[in-house]
């Protein structure tokens, strides 16, 4: 039987989508990236890796609607199974949820429901909390809602920035998410 193909999603600098595509015993080929940024960091190491890349700007689509359907374009014509989003910075729309939902996972760096959002390393530092975490969860319409897979949690240490929480939480995501 064919290997299953994956799509990484991310817009930024991409470490999660290294760990993913580089990792040795992944259970599936990292077969696409597709990236909504175009210059983001995410897409020199895709072609280090020798992994094609989408690029694809929103702004140069009229509708969400269009936007996403080109994406869905494109995951036909690689074949895609699986969705990964690692660092993707916008909520997935109706069109691809429509046709991907149970099949799109998304990793958070913060112990979901806890500090959902665009800066939950962040958010969770400033409150104040004792511990966080990373969540690989099922992506559906809200916001860091979807139904969780695994988590694990990350003390946050007396003497911890929020750059050296940062780390050690990306360190648990890079090994967390490829298995
Ligand atoms: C990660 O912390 C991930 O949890 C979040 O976005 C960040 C992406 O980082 N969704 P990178 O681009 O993989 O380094």
């Not at 890349?53 to 936007?67: P, Q």
């Not at 109706?94 to 046709?99: A, G």
Request: glycine share 8%; hydrophobic share 45%; charged share 25%.
């Amino acid at each position: 039987m064919a290997n299953v193909r994956a799509a990484v999603f991310a817009s930024g600098t991409g470490s999660n989508f290294q760990a993913i595509a580089a990792c040795p015993d992944l259970a599936c080929d990292v077969a696409l990236l597709v990236c909504d940024r175009p210059g983001a960091g995410v897409i020199d190491l895709a072609k280090k890796l020798g992994v094609p890349a989408f690029v694809i700007n929103r702004d140069d689509f009229v509708s969400k609607t269009d936007f996403e359907k080109a994406i869905l374009r494109e995951l036909e014509v690689y074949k895609i199974d699986w969705v990964f989003l690692a660092g993707y910075m916008r909520l997935i729309g109706s069109v691809l949820l429509d046709e991907w939902e149970g099949r799109i996972v998304n990793i958070h760096p913060s112990l979901l429901p806890a500090f959902p959002g665009k800066d939950g390393i962040g958010d969770a530092f400033r409150a104040g909390a004792a511990e966080t975490g990373v969540t690989i969860h099922y992506v559906d319409s809200g916001m860091d809602t979807g139904e969780i897979i695994a988590q694990e949690k990350v003390p946050i240490l007396p003497e911890d920035t929020e750059v050296t929480l940062k780390q050690r939480i990306q360190q648990v995501e890079h090994r967390l998410y490829p298995e």
